[in-house]
């Protein structure tokens, strides 16, 4: 089974600066789908951004980009210009393009100082 | 398009009491999966549905049981409920149109089990 490892638990960003959060994962696939997901205290999960394997771009959404890089099987996210908004956890996941089994890190909870 | 909704919101049981989650969507998605979330860990998968009438297991199955006669519907029933299944659960929905395969999920519920 695939595993989605998020080796920071707590991350914190100076509002307006620069933050990346790490997130690695194990998998024999070569087609899948990789996703960063953002919940607030509302509970709420709300996806910032996916990229699928076979594309070598990285995806961007605004002030969010990820660094993605296959043969490391690595998936970080980039967040610019920090804004008070953005605080929250933060959630890596996998989805297998064959199963549909979508494997979640266990998050970095990222806190905005003004 | 009301997306994914759950009810209840929250939820306080006895032990050995059996209940039913709910969990409807209007986006004709034929993807569906139950997902609980553990204080310091990520999403983990109960069960899930590839559409009307199938089910399958998940990471997590145990003391939990789903049916899904319609498109839109997936209940997930606890059949004896126990202090270990305090948690907050989540329904999401799988858009499987190449190219955008995407998890959208509902607001949650969180259950209390005493």
């Known amino acids: 089974a695939q595993t989605v490892t998020q080796s920071q638990p707590e991350m914190s960003v100076q509002e307006a600066e620069t933050v990346t959060l790490s997130c690695t994962y194990d998998?024999?696939?070569?087609?899948?789908?990789l996703f960063w997901y953002k919940q607030p205290p509302s509970r709420q999960m709300i996806l910032v951004i996916r990229?699928?394997?076979?594309?070598?771009q990285n995806a961007t959404e605004n002030r969010f980009s990820v660094n993605f890089q296959k043969a490391a099987k690595s998936f970080s996210l980039k967040i610019s210009d920090s804004q008070l908004g953005d605080a929250a956890m933060y959630f890596c996941?996998?989805?297998?393009?064959?199963?549909?089994?979508?494997?979640f890190g266990a998050g970095t909870r990222l806190t905005v100082k003004p | 398009n009301a997306g994914v909704t759950q009810t209840p919101k929250f939820q306080v049981l006895k032990t050995g009491q059996s209940m039913t989650l709910q969990c409807a969507q209007d986006?004709?998605?034929?993807?569906m999966s139950w997902y609980r979330q553990d204080p310091g860990m990520g999403l983990r998968l109960i069960h899930y549905?590839?559409?009307?009438?199938?089910?399958d297991q998940g990471e997590v199955p145990n003391g939990y049981n789903v049916s899904r006669s319609t498109t839109e519907d997936f209940p997930l029933r606890l059949l004896s409920a126990a202090p270990s299944q305090t948690s907050v659960y989540f329904c999401a929905t799988l858009s499987a149109l190449s190219g955008e395969e995407t998890q959208y999920f509902g607001p949650g519920t969180r259950l209390l089990v005493l």
């Open positions: 986006m004709n998605h034929e993807y």
């Open positions: 549905s590839v559409g009307a009438g199938i089910t």
């Open positions: 996941a996998f989805l297998s393009y064959n199963n549909n089994d979508m494997r």
């Open positions: 998998t024999s696939e070569s087609d899948y789908y």
């Open positions: 990229q699928e394997a076979y594309k070598q």
